[in-house]
Structures are given as C-alpha cells and as structure tokens.
C-alpha cells in the first residue's frame, strides 16, 4: 500500500543532524519504504545524508511517501514526530 | 645575540581563545590520511574478498565509536549525539551500499570505492545553502577516514590513551576527538587553523584549560615530546624553550594565578576613587547563561543586554512568550541591580528569510536596529510588550540602540504607549514609567545630545559603533583598521559633550563600548565623569580595581591635559606614561595588555 502525506517542519533548527537521525531510527523500525520530497527532490528516509541534502529549514512542507504493509501506521508515527518537533523544546 | 634570535624563531603567534599559561609537552595529534591505491580486482572470488573487508573494517569502526560513545567523561556527554550521527551515517546507503556496489561493479578494491562515495556525498553537500549541515561533512570524513584506517590495518590513534600531562597539537579538533581524550591529562590545546568561536576554543574555555588557535603552521614545527609554553593571554606559543624562559614562565603562571585571585576577591567591593566618587561597574550580556558568571565578577547590574541572539537562534522572530520568559529570568535573577535591555539592533536580513529583505551594499548604515524597528512595528511591538511584561520582576529598563535624532524617540514613544495600553486592557502587570534611554552611537545623536536629553531618562554611550561612525572606517576592513582608535581627541571631545549634555539635563550617562573594559582607558572615563561603565564580566575586576586606586580630583586634572593634546598617538603616549606603575605591575603578574 503506498500513501503520500504532507506534513511541516515546526521546530527552530529546521531538519538538522538530530532530526534527520531520528527519522531514520523510525523509518528502520518498519517493513514500508519510506520517501521525502522537497519540490522536485524525494529522497530515501532511511538514509540520513540523503535527508540532510533537502536541508530544510523550519516552515518547509515536505511530501512523505510510504510504500509497504504498515505504511499507515509508519506514516501516522512520523506525523507526530513532525508534530512534536523532533522532541526538541523550539 | 644568538640567543635573541632563537627566541625569534622559536615564537609563534596565533589567537588565544582560553586564558592561563602552561609549560608542557606536546602531544602530536596527526591524522595525516592514509595513502590509497588504485587496485582491480580480478577474480569474483576477490570481490566477495573485498566487499568482506570493507564490512569489517565499516564494523571495526562502528565498534571504536561505540566505545568512545560508552566512555565519554561526563562534562562531554551532550556531545554524545555526534557520536550517534556518525554511526548512523555508516548504515547510509550512500556510504556502505554505494561502496560496496562500486567493489562489486567496478571490480575497484575497498578503499578506492570508499573513496568514490564520499566524493559524491562530498559533491552533494557543496550544493547545501544551511551553513550547519554542510559543516555534517566533517563528520562524513571523519567516519570514512577511520575505516580507511581500519582497511589499512593501522590502529587508530587513539587520544584515550594519553598518559602523561600534555598539550594537544592538532591542526584542528572535531567534538569526536575532544571527546575521546584523557581531559584530566589535557593541559591545553594549539591548533593551525581555527577562531574565537572554534569548537576548540569552546571546548577550551568548558574545560577552563588554555589554548591557542590560529598558529597555521604549528603542526608541521612541533614534534611529538618537545617542550612547550602557552599564553592564552597573549596567544604566544613557545617551542622548545630554555631553562630561564621556562622559569620566567612559570613564574609568570603562578603570579598570574595569585594576581587575578587577589583581584577577585575584592571584586565585589564598590568602584569607589579614593575620594569617594561612585561608579557604577556593570556587565555586558548576550545570553541568560553568562548573568551568574557576571555576578560573580562584581557586576553591579546588566548595563547592555544584547537581545539579538534569540532572533539569531530560532532563525525566525521569535514569541513574545519566548522572549518575555528569557528578560524576566534575567530581571528576577539581577533584582534589585537594573538591567537595560536593548531592543533589537541587528537588520531584518540577519535573522529571517521570510521578510525577503534585499542584501545591502552597506548593513551598517543601512536598515537596521530602530530604524527596522519602526519599520516592523509588530517585530518591535512583541518585544516591548515582553520587556514590559518583565519589568514587573525586577529593575527593567529600556534602551534603544542606533538613535540618530529626536524623531525616532517621539515614534518609539508612542508605540510604547499602545503597546501599555494593551497591557493596561489586558489586565497585565508591568512597572509603571519603564526607564527608557538611548544609546548614544551615531554622530548626529552627539551634536544633539542637549535636545535629546530632555526626552530620556538616561545616555549610554556605544563606542565601538561611535567610533566606527565618526572616524569613517570599516572595523571589518583590514586596510582601516588600524584607524580605529579609542583615544583619537574627537572621540575623547565627542564623549566628554555627551556627558556635559546629560548633566546639565540631571540625567544619567553611561559607556558600553569596548572601551568601558579597556584598563587604559579607565583614567580618561572615571575623569570624564560617567556615571555607569559597562563591560564584559571578566574586565570588571580589574577595572574595579583601577578606579579605587585613582582619586577623581586627579583624573580631572589629566583629562584637562589630555584634552589639550592633538592626535590619539599623544593621548596614548601620556596615558601610558600616567599609567606605568600599574602596567609595569600587571605586566610583572603577566596579565596581558596591549599597550601599542
């Protein structure tokens, strides 16, 4: 099953080194492969460098595309860690 | 005569980023890389070889950094995630899969496809606009450069392992190599390359150790056990010393050390002249974190709070919330000693992409400061309404910075009226008849210093942008730079009319330029008249120190000479020469002072 959804990047510091980790930490928890595009730009989100060279800043909308079996529970965890900033305070 | 000349050669000059001086060996730290070869592989029996080296070597390497990961002293530890990223980045694809698919497809050996890789991440990065995740580059190599290690079969040079006392010589250093030193055994640090914001010197100034950056080629004149002596004072280095330079300099360590205790502890002691003239000695802050560390010193409140940072921060305006919660951390802690916030003083540019603001030909005349201020009325309003919510807490008062006449104080008048009158409605607190003062920096503000001052409760004078104005000279330029002089007579004549104006108004006038902690210029200022002196925290003591061994009476009777004299150059000399006994002192203890 594949599904697309957009989500905002809110934390100060943008899709930095910390924040790009943690998206590879939970994209290897899951069976779906998962994607992320910035304008023409989609990158594997199990590859931190590969996320590092969108270099998001905070305020970017960024198009995330999982393909697999549990791409919908894999999507909504990565909704809420947009959501939370990345666990950082701003 | 030979002698003389040894010492020449033997002394080298770089930028002293942590104070103290040592004598120690020193300890080469060189990763100079590892030599690659180009090698085809001939058989498949070789490349399934060679795809099973490199997964080793990749596995070696992660096992070293989880090991120093584990073994991180605690002072170090929130520099842990670094250590995580570069772990992370040998599971990337873009490393180990594309090297191993170039093994198997170009049939290239190990390191040579390592290579490969990192050219192109190295390629992709160079195309990243974000300062920071291009500097992620680094930590790219760093990884590569301990496989290629581990491929060799070399052991990596492990800094943990360092037994003796020593002084780190690296051409520069990565969190992961502070990270995994013995820091109880590390004197100091000198590296070639690096500034005052380096992590070196960060790490440097944590550790309270000395250190020098900037020496460009101490690398290559070190050897590894040779003696050495840091100032990270002056931001001299000494390669192999003698025996009288040592014990001059150790002599100079433990004065120093006695001196600047000595000083300390009567830091909080009142700036008093020994005919009982009162100055106010006060701290320059840029962040929350430094306002205990000035205390300590003998602050006697916060004379400049540069509020810039948390725009510069968040890379974007941040809340009023935000905002409020840092000046009234900052107004409870400095209670009941004042603190002056300064409203915004950089360009719109510096802190936000989405005011689309074009690049300037000349930021410093440009928008900036009140002028953007004014400009972005919601900007300014936020943060007023912070600081007047702060104020509520402590003794908050409000200064303006870049004030060029009267108009822009009647504008920043009014909105802080509507800005109190939303509070007022709102039903929230803050102090009635907040402060409100200027920074006197712009030549047009001194030529009408007698108008502004019946519209301000106080003066504070920024010299370093007052000079840079008035002198016509770019401090950033180099050809100028020499140019830019305290002690010109205009400056001298400029200051000393602001301070007649504020008088004359019965208001108060301060100084919070680099001159405020500069101890030659302490004469002149006590002389002049100021009211207040602010500074950064560490010059306090001495600067104390200075105004409780002058009386007024005499330092007026100076600044009437000294007004009489022509060029900065004359103004300079009579200082130093009014000064000899106390720099002839400080220069006994071995505190630094740049005397020419």
């Known amino acids: 099953m594949e599904l697309i959804k957009k989500l905002r990047i809110d934390n100060d510091l943008g899709l930095h080194a910390r924040a790009a980790a943690?998206?590879?930490?939970?994209?290897?928890?899951?069976?779906?492969?998962?994607?992320?595009?910035?304008?023409?730009?989609?990158?594997?989100?199990?590859?931190?460098?590969?996320?590092?060279?969108?270099?998001?800043?905070?305020?970017?909308?960024?198009?995330?595309?999982?393909?697999?079996?549990?791409?919908?529970?894999?999507?909504?965890?990565?909704?809420?860690?947009?959501?939370?900033?990345?666990?950082?305070?701003? | 005569m030979r002698k003389g000349q040894t010492a020449k050669i033997n002394k080298l000059e770089g930028i002293a980023v942590s104070p103290?001086?040592?004598?120690?060996?020193?300890?080469?730290?060189?990763?100079?890389?590892?030599?690659?070869?180009?090698?085809?592989?001939?058989?498949?029996?070789?490349?399934?070889?060679?795809?099973?080296?490199?997964?080793?070597?990749?596995n070696t390497t992660k096992e070293q950094i989880i090991a120093l990961k584990n073994g991180m002293p605690d002072q170090l530890k929130q520099h842990a995630f670094i250590l995580d990223t570069q772990l992370m980045i040998m599971d990337d694809g873009m490393l180990s899969k594309s090297t191993i698919d170039t093994i198997t497809k170009e049939k290239m050996n190990a390191e040579w496809a390592l290579k490969k890789s990192i050219q192109k991440i190295r390629q992709l990065f160079q195309q990243i606009d974000d300062g920071?995740?291009?500097?992620?580059?680094?930590?790219?190599?760093?990884?590569?450069?301990?496989?290629?290690?581990?491929?060799?079969?070399?052991?990596?040079?492990?800094?943990?392992?360092?037994?003796?006392?020593?002084?780190?010589?690296?051409?520069?250093?990565?969190?992961?190599?502070?990270?995994?030193?013995?820091?109880?055994?590390?004197?100091?640090?000198?590296?070639?390359v690096g500034g005052p914001t380096s992590h070196t010197a960060i790490m440097a100034q944590a550790l309270e150790i000395p250190a020098v950056v900037g020496l460009e080629s101490i690398t290559q004149r070190v050897q590894d056990g040779v003696l050495l002596i840091v100032d990270g004072n002056?931001?001299?280095?000494?390669?192999?010393?003698?025996?009288?330079?040592?014990?001059?300099?150790?002599?100079?360590?433990?004065?120093?050390?006695?001196?600047?205790?000595?000083?300390?502890?009567?830091?909080?002691?009142?700036?008093?002249?020994?005919?009982?003239?009162?100055?106010?000695?006060?701290?320059?802050?840029?962040?929350?974190?430094?306002?205990?560390?000035?205390?300590?010193?003998?602050?006697?409140?916060?004379?400049?709070?540069?509020?810039?940072?948390?725009?510069?921060?968040?890379?974007?305006?941040?809340?009023?919330?935000?905002?409020?919660?840092?000046?009234?951390?900052?107004?409870?802690?400095?209670?009941?000693?004042?603190?002056?916030?300064?409203?915004?003083?950089?360009?719109?540019?510096?802190?936000?992409?989405?005011?689309n603001l074009t690049r300037e030909m000349n930021p410093a005349l440009g928008l900036r400061a009140i002028r953007f201020c004014l400009k972005e009325p919601k900007i300014f309003k936020s943060q007023l309404r912070a600081i007047l919510r702060a104020s509520a807490y402590g003794q908050v008062r409000l200064l303006l910075p870049m004030i060029s006449g009267l108009q822009e104080?009647?504008?920043?008048?009014?909105?802080?009226?509507?800005?109190?009158?939303?509070?007022?409605?709102?039903?929230?607190?803050?102090?009635?008849?907040?402060?409100?003062?200027?920074?006197?920096?712009?030549?047009?503000?001194?030529?009408?210093?007698?108008?502004?001052?019946?519209?301000?409760?106080?003066?504070?004078i920024g010299t370093n942008d007052l000079i840079q104005y008035a002198l016509a000279i770019d401090r950033i330029n180099e050809h100028v730079a020499y140019m830019y002089q305290p002690f010109h007579p205009a400056i001298l004549k400029m200051i000393q009319h602001v301070v007649m104006a504020a008088k004359n108004a019965g208001i108060k006038v301060a100084l919070c330029g680099e001159m405020a902690g500069d101890p030659l210029c302490a004469f002149i200022l006590v002389g002049l008249g100021?009211?207040?002196?602010?500074?950064?925290?560490?010059?306090?003591?001495?600067?104390?120190?200075?105004?409780?061994?002058?009386?007024?009476?005499?330092?007026?009777?100076?600044?009437?000479?000294?007004?009489?004299?022509e060029t900065a150059k004359e103004v300079r000399k009579f200082i130093v020469k009014r000064m000899k006994p106390l720099i002839s002192e400080l220069d006994e203890k071995g505190y630094y002072i740049k005397v020419s």
């Open chain 1, 22 to 90: 943690k998206i590879v930490e939970l994209s290897r928890k899951y069976e779906s492969e998962l994607f992320l595009r910035r304008d023409d730009e989609e990158v594997d989100g199990a590859s931190i460098l590969s996320i590092l060279t969108l270099a998001c800043p905070k305020g970017t909308e960024v198009e995330v595309r999982a393909v697999g079996d549990d791409s919908e529970e894999l999507l909504e965890k990565l909704s809420e860690l947009f959501k939370g900033k990345f666990g950082e305070k701003k």
């Open chain 2, 234 to 355: 002056s931001g001299e280095v000494i390669i192999d010393p003698d025996d009288d330079v040592i014990i001059r300099y150790q002599e100079k360590q433990l004065e120093l050390e006695r001196y600047r205790s000595s000083i300390d502890r009567i830091s909080h002691l009142p700036a008093e002249t020994l005919d009982g003239h009162r100055i106010a000695v006060q701290a320059n802050l840029e962040l929350l974190e430094e306002v205990v560390p000035a205390r300590d010193h003998g602050a006697e409140g916060i004379g400049l709070y540069r509020t810039e940072f948390l725009y510069l921060r968040s890379r974007g305006v941040p809340s009023e919330k935000e905002l409020f919660e840092d000046y009234k951390e900052l107004a409870e802690i400095v209670a009941p000693a004042p603190v002056n916030i300064r409203t915004l003083d950089i360009g719109g540019d510096k802190f936000s992409s989405d005011l």
């Open chain 2, 530 to 565: 100021l009211d207040e002196l602010s500074m950064n925290a560490q010059s306090i003591p001495m600067i104390k120190k200075i105004i409780r061994s002058i009386s007024m009476k005499e330092a007026q009777a100076d600044l009437e000479h000294i007004m009489q004299l």
């Open chain 2, 409 to 460: 104080i009647l504008d920043t008048k009014k909105i802080l009226k509507e800005v109190e009158k939303e509070l007022n409605n709102k039903k929230i607190k803050y102090a009635r008849n907040i402060k409100v003062g200027i920074m006197i920096e712009i030549p047009s503000a001194v030529t009408m210093a007698d108008a502004l001052a019946k519209h301000v409760d106080f003066f504070s």
């Open chain 2, 132 to 192: 920071y995740i291009k500097e992620r580059i680094n930590d790219v190599e760093y990884v590569a450069e301990r496989v290629l290690r581990n491929l060799a079969g070399k052991e990596v040079e492990s800094l943990s392992e360092i037994t003796d006392r020593v002084i780190i010589v690296a051409h520069d250093l990565s969190p992961a190599d502070t990270s995994e030193m013995n820091i109880g055994k590390v004197m100091g640090f000198i590296t070639d």
């Open chain 2, 20 to 58: 103290g001086i040592i004598v120690g060996k020193a300890r080469l730290v060189d990763r100079s890389r590892v030599k690659i070869l180009y090698q085809y592989l001939i058989s498949d029996k070789q490349v399934s070889q060679e795809v099973e080296r490199f997964k080793e070597a990749l």
